[in-house]
């Protein structure tokens, strides 16, 4: 299986080299690399021209700064014919040895799947172990909708659209799609901003159930520059993305209604941890940080108890 492997890069020179190093020890050798430079300022286009010239799978497309989800839809346009699957990587991230080699055969092992991934570690700026296990255990910790209430996931369960309504239980780097299922998709929504990822895999996931392989296949880099650690702007992203498939026209009205659903007892959950945060912050004093605390709980729950997949207000 040929596969396209897709990295936005900008202002990532120190750790590019890591990464590019990480898909060139493959144990599956069937691929290409594309890199996508989003505008970057720093030494990073001519670092990646020097892995260019040293290995013909590799290419660099350059851009003027449009953010991350469009370099990956300008890179999945360059992608040949030949390709069959492709994944998109972040440019700080060190994909494990047998990654593709993984996640080629589960794709292969299920051929009305539109996608395969795997699970994600933590490692430090420097590339060491950091918090070991603790992604590995969010990421299996897995819920769907059914029904009126959320149930927990078998251990090797595909995830679903009534899963991914409960959270993003997918790691971005450790997604392999076929490239029809990518058109059929459509493009990455930078509206969605910090959940761009989060939005895409579920309109994936309309297409059928995503094979889930139950075992790391790269690791995430954690950082002061990290988007992850841009909590309020992911977070509002998060419920943006709610919104946007509870209102969706194009979505049929049951999808919709499901979106709904999931969202309103994810808020209730949510509200009543809040509560809990707050009354310990009442209790040591910070009355403005508890106060502000409930206030958000309370809002994002009634945010959802009077929307409508119907009407869309």
Not at 83 to 95: G, I, N, P, Q, W
Not at 139 to 164: F, H, I
Request: hydrophobic letters at 35%; aromatic letters at 8%; a neutral charge.
């Amino acid at each position: 299986m040929h596969v396209a492997i897709i990295v936005p890069t900008y202002n990532v020179e120190r750790y590019l080299t890591e990464t590019i190093d990480s898909i060139r020890s493959q144990t599956h050798d069937d691929w290409e690399l594309l890199i996508v430079d989003d505008g970057s300022r720093d030494g990073t286009v001519e670092l990646a021209r020097s892995h260019v010239q040293r290995d013909s799978r590799i290419r660099l497309i350059t851009q003027a700064n449009q953010g991350g989800a469009a370099a990956r839809d300008n890179g999945f346009r360059e992608v040949g014919p030949q390709t069959e699957a492709v994944l998109f990587f972040d440019h700080d991230d060190r994909m494990r040895p047998h990654a593709l080699e993984r996640l080629t055969r589960s794709l292969a092992s299920h051929p009305d799947s539109p996608a395969a991934y795997g699970l994600a570690s933590y490692m430090d700026a420097q590339g060491g172990p950091y918090r070991v296990g603790r992604y590995e255990r969010f990421l299996r910790r897995r819920r769907r909708l059914d029904q009126q209430s959320l149930v927990k996931m078998g251990r090797n369960e595909p995830v679903t659209y009534e899963a991914l309504l409960v959270n993003n239980w997918i790691p971005i780097g450790g997604i392999l799609m076929r490239c029809e299922a990518k058109r059929l998709a459509g493009a990455f929504d930078a509206q969605t901003a910090y959940a761009h990822d989060w939005d895409f895999w579920l309109r994936l996931s309309l297409q059928g159930p995503i094979a889930f392989v139950d075992e790391p296949v790269y690791d995430y880099r954690i950082h002061p520059s990290s988007m992850s650690n841009n909590t309020s702007k992911l977070l509002n992203s998060e419920l943006a993305v709610r919104e946007k498939f509870i209102h969706a026209a194009d979505i049929p009205l049951e999808r919709r209604q499901q979106a709904l659903q999931a969202a309103q007892l994810v808020m209730a959950e949510q509200l009543q941890r809040k509560r809990w945060k707050s009354f310990l912050r009442f209790i040591t004093g910070r009355f403005a940080e508890g106060k502000q605390l409930l206030n958000s709980g309370v809002e994002n729950y009634q945010r959802f108890q009077t929307a409508s997949p119907v009407t869309g207000s």
